[in-house]
């Protein structure tokens, strides 16, 4: 308790330390084995995809007291609709058929008003045709490339590649364990979970690109005196930009939280469950990655140049001989040592350290 | 700052009170109705249909649709479909009006009406119908009130040049179409036969023939050729309602009473003599020895020897069966005189064209070469109640959303969560203003996508004060700098990284707006409309605001409720620790 207590305290000021990038490789094998159970996921179950791919008819409409799923089953069979499903969703009753023509859903309809006593336009129905889902299905592959290539592009300009290839390998990986957990799940997809994916390429990115804007002001200052190598410096950043992450984490999952409590409990299936949930698991998904996948690969990538190569060696070797020290010197100051000059804000970060070593 | 704000937010208002628009114009999904989304077929060539093609689809089935007095619908182009929204209405009758494709064909002219001339209008018309129709039934009867009722109609779009009368005066002052085949010669020569003839001839097309075809007794002679059905059809038919017959499909093997599309004049037509799907071709240009603009079409082998026979019989018929109507959709689009026979699959149309009625007739002929053939992809009727109930349902989850951000808000940052809370309502009501004053005036509805989109950008919105806030505490903590500085020089930083975050977010919306289709498009709209208030609410509101609580000594002091404590900025002050102690 006083534990999670004093935990709870440190991060509220942010006084907190976590070496995100150097448990590197217990990041790489937990997100390489959730990939690769995402993967065999997609290739065992497949996903579960909704009439809006597979072509169908939907039928909903409320129910009425006399009705049970017996009563309405056959009643839609009896119009001489196929393949029927029957589901229950809060106080209505939902019906999938196949793909009907425009007549036999009249059919459908008219046999369904006429047994349960449902006026014909208060039957919402759905028609999609067997060829729509492909439509909807590449356009949003055809969306998601140009984006990924247009995000690409503008995150090379504003930061540079590297960060750009890191931000969108982390949002790849986001997006192939969504479709997993809805593999392994079994949970519908639907266009509005397309959406929901959509959408979390957003966030995924947004996170990085705050988490990245700092990491690139920490580091800008490395010099080749610099008393931080770009690994401790970015663990810096991402400590210090952790709160917003959490802080903004928590304030996106909220109302998505509410959207999914009422689409769950009001409606049983449609748009706002099937949206609110895709983005409620790659919320999770994505904040982990921001932190945990991005960060550490642009570590990794940016620790290959020779810059940075030479300031590790030099940390390396002065560590060995003096064989104290703090190693990944604490996060805070980088931001504001950034606006001194190089030399100086690196002695800040040295200054500061100790300082703040009490746990 | 904040007073361009506030009068942003009035102005809005403004416009709101005096559109006598408060409320939000709902989507199909959330009003209830029917929304039918056609993807055209791709012929057996694999080509895309061309933009042209799917605008003229979209104006045919509009025009369909208006016709059949449904109100409020819509109808537009998304990506190659077109999507046809139609409120509180039930998918079969919309599935009627737009299930069958729109066909062009080329028939010869029977007999000619001004647009209102039904029997019931016969009494007002001069007294003439009566007597002559005595002589001849029925047939006779129709044709009669055409040609009493025509100058009437005639007096407007005659004068040429209208867009209206297009059709007509193409054939009317130059009933050229037949200038023989492509030798241009040969085309100026009959031209200029023609033109004189037209001032006299003119009446067949529209209407101004009233004197010739009154007097002309072949007027009776010729409805005998016609099928009692059809002319009884033709009676009744009232092209100056809105349901003029278009969308009809009309068999190609028999009769047709049909409109001209703008409702000016009615036809009976023949069996159509060549079907649209023979024309190879058809653009606008100018005459280069007349300087007046003309519509060439080109035929097919099939089609250009079914044009040349139909054209040598009817050239030397008698008005108004020398005229051959195009008719595209059930609605008669040009009627031209011809001139003579048009052997060689190459006509062109001259008259009082203008670039726009040239440009349009040709896509249409274009569009009859190459119907665009749809399939139903995806239709969809939500019942009213139900639409009122994910209404509910998404206001309710955007109120607990904002409600559990508000408490998160308040709890973390205390006083400024205040900041964040104000921001937060300042962006709401921006946003529905934004949203209401759309739908008034660009036709925006809000549908289903849009409400998670905006409920989803809370969060965006709301990481805006997020970022700004701990560079704030950020600059705080190191105990150097007063709040006053240090509001401004987290903002120089926090602005960057706001506008970096956002413009990812807005390009993601883009993307998608511009690449997706159906609910996502909507979806994308709404998240880039939040991008957009979030900045404009982040640099108007949230940052001046804040820099004028800094001044506050309940903020510059570090209150322990204003959320920049000394506590909170984790300076060794020996009161929080005890706190720390005491809560831990």
């Known amino acids: ?359 | 700052m904040l007073l361009a704000l506030l009068a942003l937010i009035l102005a809005m208002g403004g416009v709101m009170l005096l559109q006598k628009a408060l409320v939000p114009k709902f989507g199909l999904d959330l009003a209830g109705g029917t929304t039918v989304t056609l993807s055209p077929v791709t012929q057996s060539g694999g080509a895309t249909p061309s933009q042209e093609s799917l605008d003229l689809a979209v104006n045919i089935i509009r025009d369909r649709v208006n016709g059949s007095g449904i109100s409020d619908a819509e109808v537009a182009k998304a990506g190659d479909n077109i999507v046809i929204s139609v409120p509180g209405a039930g998918q079969e009758e919309v599935v009627k009006l737009v299930g069958t494709t729109a066909e062009l064909r080329f028939r010869q002219v029977l007999a000619v009406a001004a647009a209102n001339a039904t029997p019931g209008k016969l009494p007002t018309a001069p007294a003439t119908p009566a007597p002559s129709g005595g002589s001849t039934p029925a047939p006779s009867g129709s044709a009669q009130p055409s040609t009493t009722a025509k100058p009437t109609a005639t007096a407007k779009p005659a004068p040429s040049g209208t867009p209206a009368g297009r059709a007509l005066s193409s054939a009317l002052t130059a009933p050229t179409p037949a200038p023989s085949a492509s030798a241009t010669g040969d085309a100026k020569d009959a031209k200029d036969k023609a033109t004189p003839e037209p001032s006299g001839s003119a009446a067949p097309s529209a209407s101004a023939s009233a004197p010739p075809a009154q007097e002309d007794p072949m007027a009776g002679v010729d409805l005998s050729g016609v099928d009692p059905a059809v002319a009884e059809q033709f009676k009744t038919l009232d092209c100056t309602k809105k349901d003029r017959g278009q969308g009809v499909q009309d068999n190609p093997d028999k009769q047709l009473a049909a409109c001209s599309d703008d409702g000016v004049a009615k036809y009976i037509l023949d069996k159509a003599a060549v079907k649209g799907t023979e024309v190879a071709g058809a653009n606008s240009g100018v005459d280069s020895t007349t300087g007046e603009w003309i519509v060439q079409v080109n035929f097919k082998s099939k089609g250009a020897s079914e044009f040349a026979k139909i054209t040598g019989q009817i050239t030397s018929a008698p008005q108004p069966r020398n005229q051959l109507a195009m008719v595209l959709d059930g609605v008669v689009i040009s009627a031209p005189v011809i001139e003579e026979p048009i052997p060689g699959g190459q006509a062109r149309i001259s008259g009082s064209f203008t670039q726009k009625t040239a440009d349009d007739l040709a896509n249409q002929l274009k569009y009859g070469a190459l119907p665009l053939k749809f399939v139903q992809s995806s239709i969809e009727e939500v019942s009213s109640t139900l639409g009122a109930d994910q209404l509910r349902g998404g206001l309710l989850a955007g109120a607990i959303g904002l409600v559990l951000v508000v408490l998160y808000s308040l709890l973390y940052y205390r006083g400024l969560g205040l900041v964040a809370v104000a921001s937060l309502a300042i962006a709401t009501i921006v946003t529905y203003e934004a949203v209401v004053i759309l739908g008034h005036n660009a036709n925006f509805r809000l549908s289903l996508p849009h409400i998670i989109g905006l409920i989803v950008s809370i969060g965006i919105t709301a990481d805006s004060f997020i970022v700004y806030f701990e560079r704030m505490r950020d600059e705080m903590k190191e105990g150097r700098r007063s709040l006053r500085v240090a509001v401004e020089v987290a903002w120089v930083r926090a602005r960057r990284t706001i506008l970096i975050a956002d413009a990812v977010m807005f390009i993601a919306a883009v993307v998608l707006y511009f690449l997706a289709v159906g609910g996502v498009a909507g979806f994308a709209f709404a998240m880039g409309l939040t991008t957009l208030i979030d900045i404009l609410v982040v640099f108007l509101f949230t940052k001046p605001f804040v820099a004028m609580l800094a001044k506050l000594s309940f903020f510059a002091k570090g209150h322990k409720l204003s959320g920049l404590d000394a506590e909170r900025m984790g300076r060794e002050a020996p009161v929080a620790r005890t706190t720390v102690s005491q809560e831990g």
């Not at chain 1, 592959?141 to 590297?162: N, P, R, S």
């Not at chain 1, 364990?177 to 397309?194: D, H, K, L, N, R």
């Not at chain 1, 966030?203 to 005196?225: C, N, P, Q």
């Not at chain 1, 410096?233 to 802080?247: G, K, V």
Request: with cysteine; glycine share 8%; hydrophobic share 45%.
């Open chain 1, 1 to 359: 308790m006083s534990r999670i207590g004093s935990i709870g305290r440190r991060l509220y000021r942010g006084e907190v330390d976590i070496d995100f990038v150097g448990r590197y490789k217990l990041w790489s094998l937990l997100s390489g084995l959730l990939l690769v159970i995402s993967i065999a996921g997609l290739i065992v179950q497949g996903l579960n995809l909704g009439i809006e791919f597979r072509g169908g008819s939907v039928f909903s409409f409320d129910k009425p007291r006399s009705s049970t799923i017996e009563t309405v089953r056959s009643t839609v069979e009896g119009a001489g609709a196929h393949q029927v499903t029957v589901q229950e969703a809060s106080n209505r009753w939902r019906v999938t058929t196949q793909s009907l023509t425009a007549e036999e859903v009249t059919t459908v309809q008219n046999a369904i008003s006429k047994e349960f006593g449902v006026a014909g336009n208060q039957i919402s129905k759905q028609i999609i045709g067997p060829t729509w889902g492909g439509e909807v299905l590449r356009k949003a592959v055809i969306g998601l490339v140009v984006f990924m290539i247009a995000i690409i592009l503008y995150l090379t300009m504003a930061f540079e590649w590297k960060m750009a290839l890191a931000a969108v390998v982390a949002l790849l990986h986001d997006l192939i364990i969504t479709a997993g957990i809805y593999a392994w799940s079994g949970f519908e997809v639907t266009p509005a979970t397309m959406l929901g994916f959509l959408t979390i390429l957003g966030y995924s990115l947004y996170d990085a690109v705050v988490v990245f804007d700092m990491i690139k002001e920490v580091t800008a200052k490395l010099g080749t005196t610099a008393k931080m190598t770009y690994t401790q410096a970015a663990n810096n950043a991402l400590n210090h930009t952790l709160i917003r992450s959490l802080n903004t984490s928590l304030v996106a999952i909220l109302p998505v939280a509410a959207i999914l409590f009422i689409g769950t409990t009001l409606f049983g299936a449609g748009t706002l469950k099937d949206l609110s949930l895709a983005l409620f698991v790659g919320m999770i998904v994505g904040t982990y990655s921001s932190l945990c996948v991005a960060t550490p690969l642009l570590v990794n990538l940016k620790e290959r140049e020779p810059k940075y190569m030479a300031i590790a060696k030099r940390l390396a070797s002065n560590k060995s001989a003096s064989a104290q020290d703090a190693p990944p010197a604490k996060g805070k100051e980088p931001a504001t040592a950034a606006t001194s000059t190089g030399p100086a804000s690196s002695a800040n970060g040295a200054v500061a350290a100790p300082k703040r070593k009490k746990r």
